[in-house]
């Protein structure tokens, strides 16, 4: 139990174009998300949290206009990179939680800016 | 302000020797601890955690955890390691300000050489 998934998992895009990543939590309902940016050999960095039905709550220096969050159901969350550049590029991690329960962490998405 | 630390970048023991990777925190009030385990391109696995009770924490794959307050510990252990435990481990703390985010540590890659 208690799966999260990530789509695609490996993404290349020119710079200047959107990129949209999907986290889906497969066998709960997740009252919760979360979106976690990790540079290489670095720890993740929360960049923001979103609750179904709400508008996302962003870290302190994160672009929201940049990163555009949706959390439009209980088992899907997803995040567009606007106008990307190549500085942009990391692994994008998501996770999921219902209630108060542990985050669940899906399996991560590489984007890649060219 | 809520941090914790992981000393230590890398740790390598040989298979069948025990192993520890270090961590320590700095929360005010009672903290809740994590430990997660990263492979290449994948998303975090949780390990174990600390919320409240005895101080040391079973978790999965034969990993456990002590808790210590007096010296704000919270250090990961098996007693065996194997090659396959080979990975990036982080440390987390659960902020006391919002308990939806987690702080990371900056991670400890643990190698098992046979």
């Known amino acids: 139990g208690a799966v999260v998934s990530q789509h695609p998992s490996r993404v290349i895009c020119k710079s200047g174009t959107s990129v949209k990543i999907e986290c889906r939590s497969l066998d709960f309902q997740a009252t919760t998300m979360f979106w976690y940016r990790q540079f290489p050999k670095q720890s993740l960095m929360l960049m923001a949290t979103s609750n179904e039905g709400s508008k996302a709550t962003y870290e302190q220096g994160v672009e929201k206009d940049k990163f555009l969050i949706n959390h439009a159901s209980l088992t899907l969350s997803t995040l567009t990179v606007t106008s990307a550049h190549p500085e942009d590029s990391s692994f994008y991690i998501c996770?999921?939680?219902?209630?108060?329960?542990?985050?669940?962490f899906g399996p991560g998405t590489r984007l890649t800016v060219t | 302000a809520q941090s914790v630390a992981q000393p230590e970048d890398q740790v390598k023991v040989a298979e069948g020797n025990p192993l520890t990777v270090k961590c320590t925190y700095s929360?005010?009030?009672?903290?809740?601890l994590f430990w997660y385990v990263q492979y290449p391109n994948r998303g975090l696995q949780f390990l174990l955690k600390?919320?409240?009770?005895?101080?040391l924490v079973k978790g999965s794959y034969g990993f456990e955890a002590e808790f210590n307050k007096s010296q704000t510990s919270f250090h990961l252990k098996k007693p065996s390691a194997l090659v396959s435990d080979s990975a990036l481990y982080f440390c987390a703390v659960r902020a006391v300000y919002n308990t939806d985010k987690l702080i990371f540590g900056t991670g400890t890659r643990l190698q098992v050489f046979p």
């Open positions: 929360v005010s009030g009672n903290p809740y």
């Open positions: 996770s999921a939680r219902t209630g108060q329960s542990e985050q669940y």
């Open positions: 600390y919320i409240t009770g005895d101080n």
